[in-house]
């Protein structure tokens, strides 16, 4: 147990490289999807193009809802760009970089398919026989229109009794699997063109400024992550006294046994709860968090603090002071007599 939650909270500490993976096994996943899938064309002339695009397309689409789900920064950007103002001001720049991080993990497994099937050809075969024109092709002599639409239909079915001997369906899958593959390259090359001049141009602009929007965005993520992670220590205290206040009931050995706990302990857990000992002030810190952020200004955090501990100090130095200038105002007050 203690082994799941140490790597547990390595994934929590690492998001940027989990996230990685898991952009990674769904491009794996995609690529494994596709060749495992038994792609039958229905060879009609209404519904090839459907079917050759819709596999192409369709897919493509819910694996890019996959990598939005599966990324923890797409919650926290959303939370972010929907909060209210409060003490803290909203900054677009960072909110425009978490999205285009977000965009850019979620759209490499549906890329990846989408140059899969273009390089297969299958798809591009069954969507677009039918838009080929049969003049450039033999075999289409002394055919009516209706009888050629119908043909074409049949291309990607080799099986197909009315096309299994023709010439021309080998000549028109080889020339629609040629387009395909070299769409599919094209796309490829212009992708890896775009992400050397996105490295090679990166430092020609402004690093400062991408430095403070990566350095607040990561602010963003651990900064919910430790507000979850105290919540729930918080709750588990709070949950650990209404437990003991409960059973404080029962017989003195079953409380000893299970449910007592040290000293030392319950004042930890006494500084745990922060004061907070009710769930109407536990909503209420809830609600400040949302709709009111703290600055980002930890300067005017420790002056609260320091300022609320002098509050709290002073009367109890006067009463100190005061109880130990007593018996000195009593031995002056006895020498007078004398």
């Given at each position: 147990?203690d082994?799941?939650r ?12 989990v996230?990685?993976g898991?952009?990674g ?5 995609s ?15 209404k519904?090839?193009?459907?079917y ?18 599966l ?6 950007m ?11 001001k ?12 977000i965009m850019?993990?979620?759209m490499?497994?549906?890329v ?6 273009l390089?297969d050809g ?12 049969p003049?450039k092709?033999v075999?289409?002599?002394n ?17 197909d ?6 010439p021309?369906r080998?000549a028109i ?6 387009w395909?593959q ?7 090359l ?16 402004n690093?400062?400024?991408f430095?403070?929007t990566?350095?607040w ?6 900064e919910q992550k430790i507000?979850?992670?105290t ?17 404080e009931?029962?017989q ?6 299970r449910?007592n ?13 922060r ?9 209420e ?15 005017q955090a420790?002056q609260?603090?320091s ?6 100090s002073?009367?109890w130095a006067?009463?100190?002071s005061?109880?130990?200038n ?13």
């Open positions: 147990m082994r799941f140490m790597i547990f909270q390595y994934f929590q500490s690492n998001s940027e490289s996230m990685n898991i952009c096994l769904l491009a794996l996943a690529v494994k999807m596709y060749t495992s899938f038994d792609f039958n064309c229905p060879c009609l002339p519904y090839n193009m459907a050759g695009l819709g596999i192409m397309f369709l897919p493509p689409m819910a694996l890019f809802l996959c990598g939005l789900i990324n923890r920064q797409s919650l926290v959303l939370e972010e760009w929907k909060r209210p103002t409060g003490g803290r909203k900054d677009l720049a960072i909110i425009r970089y978490m999205c285009s991080s850019q993990r979620a490499i497994a549906p990846i398919w989408i140059i899969v099937t390089l299958k798809c591009l075969v069954c969507a677009f026989s039918g838009s080929i024109d003049e092709f075999g289409f002599a055919v009516t229109p209706t009888q050629t639409q119908l043909l074409l239909a049949k291309v990607p079915c080799k099986d009794e009315l096309m299994k001997n023709n021309a080998k899958s080889r020339y629609l699997k040629c395909s070299a769409l599919g390259w094209s796309v490829l212009i992708l890896i063109v775009v992400a050397f001049l996105a490295r090679s141009l990166r430092p020609c602009f690093q400062a400024a430095l403070q990566r350095y965005s990561n602010y963003i993520d651990i507000f979850d992670e919540c729930c220590e918080h709750a588990r205290d709070f949950a650990h006294k209404c437990i003991l206040h409960f059973f009931s029962m003195q050995e079953i409380k000893l046994r449910f706990a040290p000293r030392e302990e319950a004042d930890g857990e006494e500084d745990h709860l004061g907070i000992t009710d769930q109407e002030q536990m909503n810190l809830l609600k400040s968090w949302y709709y009111s952020k703290p600055p980002l200004d930890v300067s420790t609260q603090q300022v609320g501990r002098e509050r709290f002073m009367p006067d009463s100190l005061n109880r130990g007593a018996p000195q105002k009593a031995k002056t007050s006895r020498q007078t007599d004398v």
